[in-house]
């Protein structure tokens, strides 16, 4: 889960770094309002996203009247996808120099990495790319964690002068805020010197793990969650992964890879995916629900049902669709393949209580599916 | 990695659960050697005919395992797979899903060069005609029948199908490995393939990979050194970038991940990539 820029700071602070003075503002006056509380400010647009200042959404402000102005214009704006609703007015420092950190989680190593660099305020990927050099990372043990001895080894080589010490204490405060708060990412860019020497967290991007947001609820309700489609809030709510696409073949599976693979098969076969639905896992119980949440998808044509059981049962999640159907009455037409634990059982009971008969494997199920949703379309079109 | 065998010992951590039940009894029906089980709040009693033990620690004194299997819920993983490792366990298959990644990756630190580690958020593996564990449909014969093709997969549920149409077409595994869905993992898709490369009774491998971090390119590596034939099926090829598709590790970012990456890494390999995973039997017939 991501969060905005405001209600990641406070977790740097908690940890022992600095953070500009700032209010989280919803309307112009409150800008002005904090305006004259904090004096001169930058006025940063809150969305989950980064790219912020090229979009027009980061402007500075000398009177509570440009605040008013700035908040004015930056509030209602669409930045990659997100209105803003709200912005972060933020007392302005002066600003030395910038660096950039973060701590994140690395499959390569299965574990933390923490990554430091002397050219603050520019895209990671570019500095690792051109400057590589300026780039210095290191993997942790998280058993036994990340120290000032090993930020100094991390930072040796890099033309820090006096700053070296300060850095590697907020290096392990930054490591110390990631593992508190289960991040999968920790990034702060830039990380300003200030005049005096000190060190400014000027900007602070966090992703809380999905995983351990259980652990972290009251965290997690400060969190931006992604934006979803109606369809795709029934599926949080029911707790089934359902994405919404935009084409007119419904796809209903179990599993994860299986029901990516049969999106695969029906785009293979010409057609195009009205969604991503899977029931597998913990999930596969919920067929019925899933049924109508793909079924209700506007301008859907057909359906394919992709049951390969394993963990999940055939027979189980057939179950639930049966069920659904007698309350649902499907309109469009339904192809079946039906494979894995409790498959004999699952063609049963399509047999007797719908009639049906799965075809021989998920390629003709997904191309008849494809060839019905085309001849539908030409009705339409007649 | 560690292909498990029918000689090798097996703890049930999470023995009494649901599921740790109905699998457990599966597993024991087809052949794998299961000596005990962990629960802590029902040590001294027997479950599945085998003793129940307070922890795996308590369970190595009393009978020697080689391998421990996790039916454990997320948030109590860390400290099942922690209590393996010091039993000194030398196999454990984590099946759980949606467990904190840093918990995983405590987990992962924490394992010893003795230690190896299948999953988490795998379906588990099977050894044709031996054992099997997780929650695979060993039984069913028109999935699995004893052959010498070796599979691969992060999917369970599309493993189980290509498996099925391996079978169809008239051919049988050797093993089934599930190396799981998330994107830190113990086994990676190259580890599975040295262990199937080297696997007796295997004669080509059949790897099923998909969008998201970079085990297929690395695994590509390993392919071109293979005098085996190696045949792969990327899912994903169909899904929009950014969005995680049902597993953690299934994400494209940026131009990392992509499916366009994975088929070229694996066609560069000699690897022939399927379109659907029903060419596999053709593609079996070519190269074998």
């Known amino acids: ?44 647009a809150q969305v989950p996203t980064g790219k912020r200042g090229k979009a027009g959404g980061i402007k500075i402000a000398d009177t509570a009247d440009e605040a008013r102005d700035a908040a004015q214009a930056i509030l209602g704006m669409e930045i990659a996808g997100h209105r803003v609703e709200g912005v972060l007015v933020e007392g302005r420092s002066d600003i030395h120099r910038e660096f950039y950190a973060a701590v994140m989680n690395d499959s390569g190593s299965k574990g933390p990495l923490v990554l430091f660099s002397t050219e603050g305020g520019m895209d990671i990927e570019e500095v690792a790319a051109e400057t590589p050099d300026k780039l210095k990372q290191t993997a942790v043990d998280i058993r036994t964690g990340f120290d000032a001895d090993a930020a100094r080894a991390l930072l040796d080589g890099l033309d820090l002068g006096e700053a ?52 972290h609820e009251d965290l997690a ?29 419904g796809v209903l599976a179990n599993g994860a890879g299986l029901t990516m693979t049969t999106m695969d098969v029906v785009r293979h076969h010409g057609g195009k995916p009205a969604n991503f ?33 394993a963990f999940a049962r055939c027979e189980v999640m057939m179950e639930g669709l049966l069920n659904a159907w007698d309350e649902l009455q499907p309109e469009i037409p339904v192809f079946f393949s039906i494979a894995g634990t409790g498959d004999e059982e699952a063609i049963k009971m399509l047999k007797d209580r719908l009639g049906l008969v799965p075809y021989p494997d998920m390629d003709a199920a997904s191309k008849a599916a494809v060839d019905a949703a085309r001849d539908a379309a030409k009705g339409d079109g007649a | 990695m560690i292909i498990l065998r029918k ?93 904190p990644v840093q918990d995983v990756m405590y987990i992962m630190a924490a394992r010893g060069a003795e230690t190896h580690i299948t999953g988490p958020n795998t379906a588990g593996s099977v050894t044709i005609g031996e054992c099997f564990q997780g929650f695979m449909p060993a039984f069913n014969e028109r999935i699995f029948k004893k052959g010498s093709v070796g599979v691969i997969s992060r999917s369970g549920s599309l493993g189980t199908l290509m498996c099925q149409n391996i079978v169809s077409a008239g051919y049988g595994q050797s093993a089934f490995v599930g190396i799981g869905g998330d994107p830190i993992i113990g086994t990676t898709t190259r580890d599975a393939l040295e262990a199937l490369d080297g696997f007796e009774g295997t004669d080509a491998v059949v790897m099923v990979g998909e969008i998201g ?18 045949i792969a099926f990327i899912a994903g090829g169909a899904a929009p970038k950014g969005k995680k598709m049902g597993h953690a590790g299934a994400i494209v970012m940026g131009d990392r991940g992509t499916y366009a990456s994975k088929k070229q890494a694996l066609e560069a390999a000699g690897v022939t990539v399927l379109a659907t995973p029903s060419h596999v039997g053709d593609a079996l017939k070519e190269s074998l």
Not at chain 1, 182 to 206: M, R, Y
Not at chain 1, 223 to 249: C, F, H, M, N, W
Not at chain 1, 281 to 297: F, I, P, S
């Open chain 1, 1 to 44: 889960m991501n969060f905005e820029e405001y209600a990641a700071k406070p977790l740097l602070k908690a940890a022992g770094i600095a953070i500009p003075d700032g209010r989280y503002v919803r309307t112009p006056e409150d800008a002005a309002e904090a305006f004259d509380a904090i004096g001169p400010s930058v006025i940063k």
């Open chain 1, 164 to 215: 070296v010490d300060a850095i590697a204490d907020f290096l392990v405060n930054l490591y110390t805020a990631y593992r508190d708060n289960d991040a999968e990412l920790l990034e702060v860019n830039p990380l300003a010197q200030v005049a005096g020497g000190g060190l400014v967290a000027l900007d602070c991007k966090f992703v809380l793990d999905d995983s351990a947001i259980k652990r």
């Open chain 1, 221 to 249: 309700a400060k969190g931006s969650p992604e934006k979803l489609t109606e369809l795709e809030q029934r599926g949080e709510d029911a707790v089934i992964k359902y994405i919404e696409l935009d084409g007119d073949v």
């Open chain 1, 277 to 309: 639905c899977e029931i597998g896992g913990e999930a596969y119980t919920k067929a019925q629900t899933a049924l109508g949440m793909v079924l209700d998808k506007p301008g859907i044509k057909s359906l394919v049902v992709n049951f390969c059981g």
């Open chain 2, 7 to 99: 000689e090798h010992r097996v703890l049930v951590q999470g023995i009494t659960g649901k599921q740790g039940t109905f699998w457990t009894e599966l597993m024991q029906a087809y052949g794998t050697n299961v000596v005990g089980g962990v629960n802590p709040k029902k040590a001294g009693t027997e479950h599945c005919g085998v003793p129940v033990f307070a922890s795996a620690v308590d369970a190595m004194k009393e009978v020697e395992f080689d391998a421990s299997i996790l039916f454990i819920p997320p948030l109590g993983v860390k400290d099942a797979a922690l209590d393996a490792i010091e039993a000194g366990a030398k196999n454990l298959c984590i099946l759980t899903e949606h467990i």
């Open chain 2, 213 to 230: 971090g970079t085990m297929e390119e690395e695994a590509a590596e390993y392919a071109a050194t293979m005098s085996k034939p190696v």
